[in-house]
């Protein structure tokens, strides 16, 4: 228990478990929630540019965007410059989600994070930046 790995490996489980349960109820999984935070935020990104915004494999990439289409969240559309490449875009399913996938990721976090004091909970998303910048360091 005194592995900050092992700790913060236990810590994404729950916050996976807790906000599955309620993405499970609006028709996305977790792993599919960054994809959509980067395309609420600018929609028709291809595949190359949402890997280098979501920390995920490309394998991992290209199965979760297949599901997602299969399951009516995305569609793929051929980029108009480049032949070999297809933008992603949201479905209008997609688009009217997004306010209530944002509160069940918000009430997960307001679930797990209870009984923390505001500064508390402050400090704990800045030490997690922080783990997660020498992180990305370490991959360069």
Known sequence: MDSAAYLASQMAKGFARS????????????????????LWSEDGLTQKQLLERVDIEQATMANTLSRMA??????????????????IFLTS???????????AAMA???????????????????YIRRVLENARNLQV
């Open 19 to 38: 906000l599955q349960q309620r993405a499970a109820k609006l028709g996305f999984s977790p792993g599919q929630f960054p994809i959509l935070l980067e």
């Open 70 to 87: 299969r399951d009516g969240l995305v569609e793929r559309r051929p980029h108009p410059s480049d032949k070999r490449a297809q933008q």
């Open 93 to 103: 399913r997609a688009v009217a989600m997004q306010a209530e996938a944002i509160e």
């Open 108 to 126: 997960t976090d307001t679930d797990l994070l209870k009984d923390f004091r505001q500064f508390e909970r402050e400090l704990l998303l800045e």
